[in-house]
């Protein structure tokens, strides 16, 4: 993974704000990766004691979501997610897709996955459960690059 980051956004009049960008490789059609211990590390080098971060997928084939992470759950997740709706079905999307990826089921298992998740900050940690972990859920895979926004703002 890269990470590109940018400044905060300036002026009196917004709320203190930080944002960062994750980039990630996938390799699989259907994948899930961990983005917990990245999100943990830049919140605790953010400064930030307290707000709210929010993380962005700006693809409609690449979802985030909040889950727990153990092995067989995510290979259940995964087999889960290709039965749901199967690649090989005549989908009228792919008679002629606007990026020469035949992908509709991948935006179809888009409409079930949020494009992005707000998780409390308290004492410069994220707020979750102990068995949670936040996931990039790659729907359209392999890409080269699928980008995670990162919105952190600071309470008061």
């Given at each position: 993974m890269t990470a590109v980051a940018h400044s905060p956004l300036p002026g009196p009049a917004r709320m203190p704000t930080l944002h960062h960008t994750i980039t990630i490789a996938t390799t699989r059609p259907i994948e899930i990766?961990?983005?917990t211990a990245p999100l943990r590390a830049w919140v605790r080098t953010s400064g930030v004691h307290d707000g709210l971060l929010t993380?962005?997928?700006t693809h409609t084939t690449a979802r985030i979501t909040i889950n727990e992470r153990e092995?067989?759950?995510q290979v259940d997740m995964v087999r889960f997610l290709e039965?749901?709706?199967p690649a090989d079905v005549a989908y009228g999307h792919n008679q002629a897709p606007v990026d020469d990826r035949p992908n509709a089921h991948a935006h179809l298992l888009?409409?079930?996955l949020n494009a992005s998740e707000s998780i409390p900050v308290t004492d410069?940690?994220?707020t979750l459960g102990a068995w949670q972990s936040?996931?990039?859920?790659?729907?359209?895979?392999p890409r080269?690059?699928?980008q995670v926004h990162l919105h952190l703002m600071r309470a008061g």
């Open positions: 990766i961990d983005l993380i962005t997928s092995g067989r759950l039965r749901l709706a888009g409409l079930f410069g940690e994220l936040v996931f990039l859920v790659e729907l359209d895979g080269e690059v699928r």
